[in-house]
C-alpha cells in the first residue's frame, strides 16, 4: 500500500497563477484533510471532507476550493495565487465512520513558493 | 480559532535530560493523539488516549490524558538526538481533527 500519495512535491508558482495540488489514498479512508504548515508554524486546517461527494471548510479556507468525487481523491485548487499562499502543504486521511477514533496517515508534503 | 493549545512551542533541551510539553483543549475530546515531525518530514502518528487519566508509554516517552479529558501532557526522559523534531498534539472536535501549534524540540548534545 502506498498508503496517502500528495504531487508534486514542489512547486513555483507566479503570482495570479492557478493549479491543483493532487492527494490520493489507497487504504479506503473515508475521512480526508488538507493542512498547511507556515514555517515554524503549525497545522492549519484549511478543507476536509468526511466522504465522496462532502465536503467542508477548516480554520483557511479562502482562496483554496476543493471536491471529492472519488473515496480515493481529494484535490486542493488554488485559483489566483498569492505570496500569502507560499506554504507546506500536508493532505491527510483516517478511517472516521466505523472507527472513531482512528489515527491520520499524512502524505509527503508539497512545498509552494509564490513569487 | 485554534482549539487546541500546546506549551511551549521550543524546547531547547540539553542531550540527556528530561522535558514536558503540554496540550490544553477547550473542549472535552473524546480522544487526543501525538505525533511527531521530524524537521523537512510529515507528521508521523504516535499514540491515540482515549480514558480519563490514562497513561501509556513508549520507552522514554509517556504520554497522560487528564481526568477531564482537556489535557494531556508528553514526558520525555533522558532526551537523545533522535528526539529532535516537532511534537503536536490532536484532537478530533467535530469532524475535524484540530492540532497545536506544536512543541520544537532542539537537542543540545
Known amino acids: 500500500n502506498a498508503g496517502v500519495t500528495q504531487t508534486p512535491k514542489f512547486r513555483i508558482l507566479k503570482i495570479g497563477q492557478s493549479m491543483t495540488l493532487q492527494c490520493t489514498q489507497d487504504m479506503n479512508h473515508n475521512y480526508m484533510y488538507w493542512y498547511r504548515q507556515d514555517p515554524g508554524m503549525g497545522l492549519k486546517l484549511i478543507y476536509y471532507?468526511?466522504?465522496?461527494?462532502?465536503?467542508d471548510k477548516g480554520e483557511v479556507p479562502n482562496g483554496y476550493n476543493v471536491s471529492r468525487s472519488t473515496t480515493e481523491d481529494f484535490p486542493l485548487r488554488l485559483e489566483l495565487a498569492a505570496p500569502s499562499q507560499t506554504s507546506v502543504y500536508f493532505c491527510?486521511?483516517?478511517?472516521?465512520?466505523?472507527?472513531?477514533?482512528?489515527?491520520?496517515?499524512f502524505g509527503q508534503g508539497t512545498r509552494l513558493t509564490v513569487v | 480559532g485554534q482549539q487546541v493549545m500546546q506549551i511551549p512551542q521550543y524546547q531547547h533541551v540539553q542531550e540527556g535530560e528530561d522535558f514536558t510539553t503540554y496540550c490544553n483543549s477547550s473542549t472535552t475530546l473524546s480522544n487526543i493523539q501525538w505525533y511527531k515531525q521530524r524537521p523537512g518530514g510529515h507528521p508521523v502518528f504516535l499514540i491515540q488516549?482515549?480514558?480519563?487519566?490514562e497513561v501509556k508509554k513508549q520507552k522514554r516517552l509517556t504520554f497522560q490524558f487528564g481526568e477531564a479529558k482537556k489535557n494531556s501532557s508528553l514526558h520525555i526522559t533522558a532526551t537523545q538526538t533522535t528526539d529532535v523534531g516537532t511534537y503536536f498534539c490532536?484532537?478530533?472536535?467535530?469532524?475535524?481533527?484540530?492540532f497545536g501549534a506544536g512543541t520544537t524540540v532542539t537537542v543540545r548534545a
Open positions: 471532507s468526511v466522504g465522496a461527494g462532502i465536503t
Open positions: 488516549l482515549v480514558k480519563s487519566g
Open positions: 491527510a486521511s483516517r478511517e472516521g465512520i466505523l472507527v472513531m477514533n482512528t489515527e491520520a496517515f
Open positions: 490532536a484532537g478530533p472536535i467535530d469532524y475535524k481533527l484540530s
